[in-house]
């Protein structure tokens, strides 16, 4: 059975002054509800990850700014660098995976770390919905997949019998385009 990470929950004092600084980060808002006055949950996402935080009132009880070492990933060490986010003072020889960080804050001061990771260990992954952002996304990629498949058939004059490997690279090629736009 697996197991994935889906949600960590953020201590905050100002929920609206956490929002707006995630948001600031190029986060995306994925809730924001009210189920009584005592209890609000803003949930929002790193670009990229399959697994969101949550904040609010009446969430948890611990002390605002308590989460401590947060750690994202990020492929571009350097790109992270020129956020909101500084630890070392440069990235490690030759991006070695693994090797280069930044940090930095919230409003609260719970602590987040950045590392670079350009090659995952073995049986690390991410997942394809983190590359597509919802399964309507992934939905729709393979759709666009499809009519270039069908154009890329046209051109060969027949049925293409490696299509698997195909799919397979037009969807790591228009993951990474869609990362880049």
């Known amino acids: 059975m697996d197991y994935k990470l889906e949600v960590v929950v953020v201590p905050v004092s100002d929920v609206d002054r956490a929002k707006t600084f995630y948001a600031g980060l190029g986060w995306r808002l994925d809730a924001d509800f009210v189920t009584w006055p005592e209890f609000r949950v803003v949930q929002m996402t790193p670009p990229g990850s399959a697994c969101a935080i949550i904040f609010g009132t009446g969430l948890t009880t611990a002390t605002p700014g308590s989460a401590d070492g947060l750690q994202l990933v990020a492929d571009d060490i350097d790109a ?22 930044v940090a930095f804050a919230d409003p609260d001061g719970n602590s987040w770390y950045v590392q670079e990771v350009t090659n995952r260990l073995p049986g690390r992954a991410t997942s394809a919905l983190a590359a597509y952002g919802s399964v ?6 393979l759709r666009h997949a499809a009519a270039a498949h069908g154009k890329h058939e046209e051109e060969m004059g027949h049925a293409d019998p ?12 228009e993951s990474a385009r869609l990362k880049a736009s």
């Open 80 to 101: 992270a660098r020129a956020g909101p986010a500084n630890r070392v003072p440069g990235p490690a020889p030759d991006h070695k995976s693994y090797g280069s960080w």
């Open 162 to 173: 490696d299509w698997p490997d195909w799919y397979a690279q037009y969807m790591v090629d």
């Open 136 to 141: 309507d996304g992934l939905a729709e990629a």
